[in-house]
């Protein structure tokens, strides 16, 4: 995969996230707390961050200025959005949903690596014997 595409994979996974299908999925599934969260955290790691690290290289240090990009591209929602809504549901007394799973769409894959997994495991006794 040439650079490229793989940039216009991360911008195309990026905008998708504010599709209308999936912000009305998060509500119904999730409710209007987690998509404020959600929607929150994109406009901090999409313009809040690059506007920080371009104040920091402008009043700081130049090499500040090296952020600006890493911030468009990196993602950190793996770590920002459920350490969000963990801080949310602590501070709200409502009653949540404890049963919500990231991996209900990639099931899948799960049955793809446990049958990976067993044939593994019978080649591995075949070799023992």
Do not use: Q, T
Not at 37 to 45: D, L, P, Q, S, T
Not at 63 to 83: E, K, Q, R, T
């Amino acid at each position: 995969m040439n650079i490229i595409s793989w940039i216009k994979a991360r911008i195309k996974n990026k905008l998708n996230h504010f599709s209308l299908k999936k912000i009305k999925a998060f509500l119904k599934k999730n409710g209007l707390a987690f998509v404020i969260i959600f929607i929150g955290w994109e406009i901090v790691e999409d313009v809040l961050f690059p506007i920080i690290f371009a104040a920091l290289g402008n009043y700081i240090h130049p090499a500040f200025y090296a952020g600006i990009p890493a911030s468009l591209i990196l993602c950190f929602h793996w770590l920002a959005i459920p350490v969000l809504w963990g801080l949310w549901i602590k501070i709200s007394k409502e009653k949540h949903i404890e049963d919500i799973s990231c991996c209900d769409e990639h099931s899948d894959l799960k049955d793809s690596a446990d049958k990976v997994h067993d044939n593994h495991e019978e080649a591995f006794k075949r070799l023992k014997e």
